[in-house]
């Protein structure tokens, strides 16, 4: 049995300039079955297990258990600080200071029910998913940007008005674009390496979601969504010189987005320097700083922070790591820090030790998904990047964003707890019909 589906190996090459160098890369390796098919989830090993898959099994559990335990205490510790830092402004807006917090409980009940369903449901059921998904998903987010369907709040236009509810697509965006990618890698992917040119179906597929996306703008999530793709190419055996150039564009195009774009040059300007725009663009930055900073060590205590009184704009949506700062000092930061640190060291185990390859190119997609966010998110708040608007992963208020991180979680912890499952592609599914139709 393998028991792992990722390693650092040599990758053999035919040029010998491939073979003086020996470029160590990271590969996937996971076996497959005789004939190229790989074995349904279902189906029953005759052979007789090897000694060490009771240790791989114990392990696996015990790696779900902790990924369970991690997201459990980040959402219960999310919800307090969404009380927390949320009860002057719910004054101010609902007239009550239980609103925002109902809000997001009501989400969260939402959310822990679709995270069991995504822990029990099958692995070939999101394969299957995956093209049908991501082309919903593209359906979205043009109805976002088509007048009358799209809600604009704050300038852009994020949201799809459903009665009292807003659904945001571009969060959809980043669980289709880890299911669709990882999909198509695991068809065009084997043990040996690529077997035809990957890069450029998953660039025109990444492409499409990006562009609609900065449209609306949303440069944060199209940074997210454009490195899960970049570390899914790299897991697949990709050239790394092509995810380089790929990603250079992106940076020249990003760069030049803010210099164009008036809401960009905002952003760029309040980064560069927040302090000489502190009673304009720079303001939000300036009172986050100013927030974390008078945390000290050990923190003012819980709801002991000058900053919900208004001070700090959205301070329990995209600043909440700055209330965290505040109530809790370093401690408390550090200790979301090494929570995030915990779910990628985790993720990339359960990556490796899977032996299917979409199942371990998702966990790598969704682990990828859930600390780049984290990192984009807090470093906004601290000054070390512009800016971008995107929540932080479990903590931030905002109910498409925690439904969709739950559910993707879910699916991770199934990953986890069920590492021997082998999945078949759609394509496969349809052959596999058509050959027992013909044995009729």
């Not at 049995?1 to 990722?6: E, K, Q, R, S, Y």
């Not at 925002?100 to 679709?114: K, P």
């Not at 299957?128 to 799209?150: D, M």
């Not at 986890?416 to 019909?433: D, F, L, M, N, Y």
Request: proline letters at 5%; one cysteine or more.
């Amino acid at each position: 049995m393998t028991t792992g589906v990722l390693e650092r190996r040599r990758q053999p090459d035919v040029s010998r300039r491939a073979e003086r160098q020996q470029v160590a890369r990271l590969r996937l390796v996971a076996a497959s079955s005789p004939g190229g098919d790989e074995p349904r989830e279902d189906s029953k090993v005759a052979t007789r297990a090897p000694r060490s898959s009771r240790s791989v099994a114990v392990a696996a559990r015990r790696d779900a258990a902790a990924l369970v335990a991690l997201v459990v205490g980040f959402c219960v510790f999310g919800l307090v600080m969404v009380l927390s830092s949320s009860s002057v402004e719910s004054i101010a807006n609902y007239g009550s200071p239980w609103s925002i917090f109902e809000h997001q409980g009501a989400w969260m009940a939402v959310g822990a029910v679709a995270f069991v369903l995504a822990a029990r449901l099958p692995l070939q059921f999101w394969r299957r998913l995956a093209v049908p998904f991501f082309l919903g998903t593209f359906v979205l987010l043009i109805g976002v940007l088509v007048r009358g369907i799209g809600t604009v709040a704050a300038g852009s236009s994020r949201w799809i008005g459903l009665g009292p509810l807003r659904v945001q697509p571009s969060e959809f965006a980043k669980f289709a674009a880890v299911l669709f990618v990882a999909d198509l890698l695991a068809r065009r992917v084997g043990p040996a390496g690529p077997r035809a040119n990957v890069v450029r179906p998953v660039l025109i597929a990444l492409a499409v979601l990006g562009i609609l996306i900065v449209r609306q703008p949303d440069l944060g999530t199209t940074a997210v969504i454009a490195v899960i793709g970049a570390v899914l190419l790299y897991a697949s055996g990709a050239p790394l010189r092509k995810i380089a150039a790929v990603a250079a564009v992106f940076v020249v195009l990003a760069g030049a987005f803010f210099l164009v774009e008036p809401y960009g040059r905002a952003r760029l300007l309040a980064f560069w320097n927040p302090f000489a725009h502190a009673s304009t663009t720079g303001y939000q930055v300036v009172q986050s700083l100013v927030t974390l900073g008078s945390g000290h060590i050990f923190g003012t205590g819980l709801g002991g922070s000058p900053a919900a009184w208004g001070f700090l704009p959205n301070a329990n949506s995209d600043f909440i790591f700055a209330i965290i700062g505040n109530n809790f000092g370093l401690i408390g930061a550090i200790g979301v820090l090494c929570g995030f640190v915990a779910i990628g060291w985790l993720g990339l185990r359960v990556a490796r030790r899977s032996e299917d390859r979409f199942a371990s190119l998702v966990a790598i997609g969704v682990t990828t998904w859930i600390v780049v966010q984290a990192f984009i998110n807090i470093a906004g708040v601290v000054g070390v990047l512009p800016e971008t608007g995107i929540p932080l992963p479990f903590l931030s208020s905002g109910g498409s964003s925690l439904v969709v991180l739950l559910v993707a979680s879910g699916l991770l912890v199934r990953i986890a707890g069920h590492p021997e499952v082998k999945t078949r592609s759609a394509i496969a599914e349809q052959r596999e019909r058509q050959r027992a139709r013909m044995a009729r």
